[in-house]
């Protein structure tokens, strides 16, 4: 389908002699995912199809208590230092972003009095600007108004280099000016085609200038503000107890009518994702449980117990293996994995390429995850049409014995390889959770029939994906030689979740380690091709320059794919909820409701 066609379909549904579900059957029939066929529809005026849940209740509480259970328990609670999902499910009970992502891929005002569009004015032509017109009338729960100020204090913070946010790649290189109390303009240097990041979904949550002003910068982790949040969100704070219990009550001011159902609010964390789905499917001790990396057999047989079913949904997000062509045992001025060194073996290429020959994808999938992955060699697998056809993966013993053998690497005494005294032995690091421990011992099997030895680190999932910069467990500090985790994919584009590829996002000890790329590696092809897709409006370019970006890693084998994750969770059969698998799971929590 030509361009033009696009935009004929396009008229037609405006004029109304196409329906929209038509429309993104055609789009879908020559790969146009429907988040994306969404996009351009709205791009182009066209009112968004609403698939949020549908909301029942005729007036806000009366619902008792909702109960949630992250198995990975929160540790803080300001979304700009959330580097773990945990922490950002957990912050966005209280703070909100302008708008959110549905499961369909569709941008959900919230904050926002209507998403921009050309039609309304709010997208400009050439691509720069957006306008985005604020809801009247919403309260911080301190009772403070909340206006353009916020939105534009946020930006401030967020894109100052002192304040270490995680989320300063989406406002570093933007201008946001307030209007009036309830306009912001959001200025970018260059055409822009996916200008729906600054201020949207789990990067863009708002922060109340009156509590964060004089925390902005270096004095940013002070801020009592961080552990005990002030937001616009359906539950104001109660208590928290970081690694154990966040707890809230409903908020009588809040901005959507009728809403919150529940009257109060309990996070509980910590234990592992097995214990987490019994207390949902079997003894109905929890109404909701995220992110269930549980065995799929087990998952069927807990679902028997008719308490609870089981919520999957589609989404961006990867299961995958970082080789460190750093050296995670030298210290170089206070941290270790720096880019000022070089790993002894994993920064030579054909030893990374054995290693990714030594990886049965297929057998991950088939008896360990089912339903929750789909074995793959691409980074970014959704939507269709940014998934690289290129990258191919294979499971090959012999393959990787001869490469190895070609590159000198010779078996010692013990079996081991060695080159040049330095042996081919690694930590391999990843969270306490039965599949990836299964996944660990997979691999560690195949290398040692490769002449690799393993060592398998397991590390509490708490710990790991802590944003406590003091830790040396967690995950952005790569103090080992390889781990693995799941990354989540925050927007129904990829060019946001692709800035962990690029040299200007390392995490350092500078940036506190919440720059998006742990890996550190970088290359320059991969920073041209990422800069250039930031600003190409043709979408059939932009789309193959974020796959280069994806391909350079991939092909490097310093990012070696394992799944394409379907975000699990675990609800009670009466819990009405609302999951996206473009979003984090409270991204909706206020139109919850038991049924």
């Not at 994702?273 to 990396?293: C, F, I, K, M, P």
């Not at 043709?538 to 799944?563: G, M, Q, S, T, W």
């Amino acid at each position: 389908m030509k361009d033009q066609d696009l935009g004929h379909l396009i008229a037609r549904v405006k004029e109304g002699a196409l329906s929209r579900r038509s429309f993104l059957k055609k789009a879908a029939a020559v790969g146009v995912a429907a988040p994306f066929a969404n996009q351009l529809l709205a791009f182009n005026g066209v009112a968004m199809a609403n698939a949020t849940l549908p909301y029942k209740p005729t007036k806000a509480g009366g619902g008792g208590p909702l109960k949630v259970l992250l198995w990975q328990a929160p540790t803080l609670l300001n979304p700009h230092f959330a580097s773990g999902t945990k922490d950002q499910i957990a912050s966005r009970v209280f703070f909100e972003p302008l708008a959110g992502w549905d499961k369909e891929g569709n941008l959900i005002p919230c904050l926002a009095a209507e998403v921009p569009s050309k039609a309304n004015g709010g997208l400009s032509a050439d691509g720069k600007e957006v306008t985005w017109k604020l809801k009247p009338n919403v309260k911080w729960h301190d009772g403070k108004p909340f206006t353009a100020d916020d939105v534009v204090f946020t930006w401030e913070y967020a894109a100052d280099p002192a304040t270490a946010a995680y989320t300063t790649g989406s406002y570093k290189d933007i201008k946001v000016e307030k209007v009036n109390d309830l306009t912001v303009k959001v200025i970018f240097k260059e055409p822009t085609p996916f200008w729906a990041d600054p201020f949207v979904g789990t990067v863009g949550q708002i922060l109340p200038k009156h509590h964060f002003a004089e925390y902005k910068g270096a004095k940013s982790r002070e801020a009592p503000a961080n552990l005990k949040p002030v937001g616009t969100g359906p539950y104001k704070f109660t208590e928290f107890k970081p690694g154990d219990i966040l707890t809230g009550e409903r908020n009588p001011d809040y901005h959507i009518a009728n809403q919150p159902h529940f009257d109060t609010l309990e996070i509980k964390g910590g234990g592992d994702a097995v214990s987490a789905a019994r207390a949902v499917l079997q003894t109905g001790e929890y109404d909701y449980a995220w992110n269930l990396q549980v065995e799929d057999e087990v998952l069927k047989r807990m679902e028997t117990g008719g308490r609870g079913k089981i919520s999957a949904v589609v989404s961006g997000d990867i299961e995958f293996i970082i080789l460190n062509t750093t050296d995670p045992w030298t210290e170089v001025d206070g941290e270790r994995s720096s880019v000022k060194t070089k790993h002894p073996t994993l920064s030579d290429p054909k030893v990374r390429e054995a290693i990714n020959l030594l990886i049965d994808r297929d057998s991950i999938q088939k008896f360990i995850y089912g339903r929750g992955g789909i074995a793959t060699a691409s980074f970014v697998n959704q939507p269709a049409k940014f998934k690289s056809t290129k990258l191919k993966y294979e499971f090959n013993i012999d393959k990787a014995n001869k490469i190895l053998d070609e590159a000198g690497y010779k078996r010692g005494s013990d079996g081991i390889r060695e080159k040049d005294g330095k042996k081919l032995k690694y930590v391999y690091q990843t969270s306490i959770n039965a599949p990836r421990q299964k996944t660990q011992q997979i691999i560690k099997q195949a290398c040692q029939r490769a002449g690799i030895d393993l060592e398998l680190k397991s590390v509490t999932a708490s710990v790991f994906f802590s944003s406590d910069v003091a830790n040396p467990d967690t995950y952005t500090k790569l103090y080992v030689d390889m781990e693995m985790y799941t990354t989540t994919q925050p927007q129904p584009d990829p060019e946001r979740f692709l800035n962990q590829f690029v040299s200007w996002e390392i995490a350092n000890k500078e940036n506190k380690w919440l720059g998006r790329n742990v890996s550190r590696y970088s290359d320059p092809a991969a920073d041209e091709a990422y800069r250039a897709a930031q600003k190409e409006l043709d979408p059939d370019k932009r789309a193959a320059l974020l796959i280069k970006v994806n391909e350079i890693f991939c092909e490097a084998h310093v990012i070696l794919p394992l799944l394409s994750r379907t975000r699990v969770a675990a609800a009670a059969t009466n819990l009405m909820h609302d999951h996206s698998g473009w979003d984090v799971d409270s991204w909706n929590i206020a139109a919850w409701y038991r049924a």
